[in-house]
């Protein structure tokens, strides 16, 4: 099967960064859909930024100018650049893998962002 790590999640205070990333292992495709989520309490899980192995990316509206999806196939990992963060951003970040019609999920990170 396949196995997702996610790392770099943590506290932070609003207008900082965080740098969160993910390193998939297993029977991974060559081609695959990388992406992270987020859930806050309370609230269904929600997409936040996907990139494809051909480097095409997808982001949910409130990240778009603040967080940056980026991967590299030969180690299948993806990293998620965020910038200005806001309190609103807090939540648990999971990372994701669609792979060969299977969804497969991390164990989720903490992102705890002070106002």
């Known amino acids: 099967q396949v196995q997702l790590v996610e790392s770099g999640g943590g506290l932070v205070q609003a207008g900082g960064s965080l740098r969160l990333s993910c390193v998939a292992s297993?029977?991974?495709?060559?081609?695959?859909?990388m992406g992270w989520y987020r859930q806050a309490p309370g609230n269904k899980r929600e997409l936040v930024a996907t990139?494809?192995?051909?480097?095409?990316?997808d982001y949910t509206e409130s990240a778009k100018g603040r967080f940056t999806i980026s991967r590299d196939n030969t180690k299948n990992t993806v990293h998620l650049q965020m910038n200005s963060l806001k309190p609103e951003d807090t939540a648990d970040y999971y990372c994701?893998?669609?792979?060969?019609?299977?969804?497969?999920w991390g164990q989720g990170t903490q992102v705890t962002v002070s106002s």
């Open positions: 990139i494809t192995t051909g480097g095409t990316t």
């Open positions: 994701h893998i669609l792979t060969s019609g299977y969804n497969y």
């Open positions: 297993g029977r991974i495709s060559s081609f695959n859909v």
